[in-house]
C-alpha cells in the first residue's frame, strides 16, 4: 500500500487575469510545461528582460541544454519556468516564436540553462543554430511546483523524459543547501541514451545522503548502453517496494501528458489526496 499522510534590464509586467497555456501565462503557443489544476498559478508580477546566448550543449539523444546570461537581479525559486521570445528569427512558423520552458538549472548557478527535445520546428532549428551572444526575451519566473516545507515528509518525484528538468533545479538546490527533506526521484525513459541528466542525477546520490535515485528503462531492446536498474513503467508495485519507509509523502508527476494523467489516476485509486499530488504536465515534445 503506498504512503500518504495523514548587466541585463528588468522591468515588471502585471499579470493576466486569465490563466492560459502554462501557469498562468498569457502567451498562445507552449511547449513544456502545463500546471495541474490544484496548482496556484497566481502571480502579481513578473520581470521581462533580455538575455544572451552562452552555451548549449546536449544532455541526451535529441535533447539539448542552453545557458542564457542571468541577471544578478533574476530571483526563482527552484522548479519554476520561464516564457522565453525568440528575437526577429531567421524562421517562424505557426507555432510561432514563444515558448514556455521550466528553469531547468538551480538558483545557485550562474545562467538561465532551458532543456528542450529538439523537435523539428522553426523555433528549435532556430534555438539550435543562432549564433552564441544572439540575444531572447525572457520573461518570468512563473509556478508553483517546488519542493514543499515540511521536511518531515518525504517528497516522491515521478518523472518522464524531459519531465525530469525541474526536477534537477529542485534537487541541485536542496543539495547545495544542505535540506533535510528525504527525496525520492523515479526516473522513466525508453532507454539510457534517451534520458536528460542521467548520470548527474544518479550521482547526487553521493552528495545528498536523504536522496534517492530510481531509475527505470522501458525499451531497452534498443539500447547500446547497460542498465542495472529497473525496466518496467513506474506503476504502483514499484512504488511499493521503494517507498516503504517514505513518511507521509508528497507526491510530484511531471511529464507527457498522458503519463502525468496514468501516474495521476493511479495514486488517486491507491488512496492518495490529491492535496498530496502535485502535477505538471510536458507538450509539445
Known sequence: MLPHADGVGIVLKSSPSEKEGIGGASKSNFEGVTEGDNMSTAVAKWPIFRAKLKSRNLVAERTMAFHFDKPASFVFTAGQFIDMDLLSPSETDAEGNTRGFSVSSAPYEDTIMVTTR?????????????????????????????????????????????????????????????????????????????????????????????????????????????????????????????????????????????MVKGLHSMLQGAGIDDDEIRTEEFTGY
Request: glycine share 6%; no cysteine.
Open 118 to 258: 529538439l523537435r523539428d520546428t522553426a523555433f528549435k532549428r532556430v534555438l539550435k543554430t543562432m549564433p552564441l551572444q544572439t540575444e531572447v526575451k525572457i520573461e518570468g519566473p512563473f509556478g508553483d511546483l517546488r519542493l514543499h516545507n515540511n521536511p518531515k515528509r518525504a517528497a516522491v518525484f515521478l518523472a518522464g523524459g524531459i519531465g525530469v528538468t525541474p526536477f534537477r533545479s529542485i534537487l541541485l538546490d536542496a543539495a547545495s543547501r544542505k535540506l533535510p527533506h528525504r527525496i525520492l526521484l523515479f526516473f522513466s525513459n525508453h532507454r539510457p541514451e534517451d534520458a536528460p541528466f542521467l548520470n548527474e542525477l544518479q550521482s547526487l546520490e553521493k552528495t545528498n545522503a536523504n536522496y534517492r535515485f530510481i531509475g527505470t528503462m522501458t525499451n531497452m531492446d534498443k539500447s547500446k548502453l547497460p542498465w542495472h536498474g529497473e525496466r518496467s513503467v513506474i506503476n504502483k508495485e514499484m512504488l511499493d517496494r521503494h517507498l516503504k519507509d517514505a513518511a507521509s509523502p508528497i507526491y510530484y508527476i511531471a511529464g507527457p501528458p498522458g
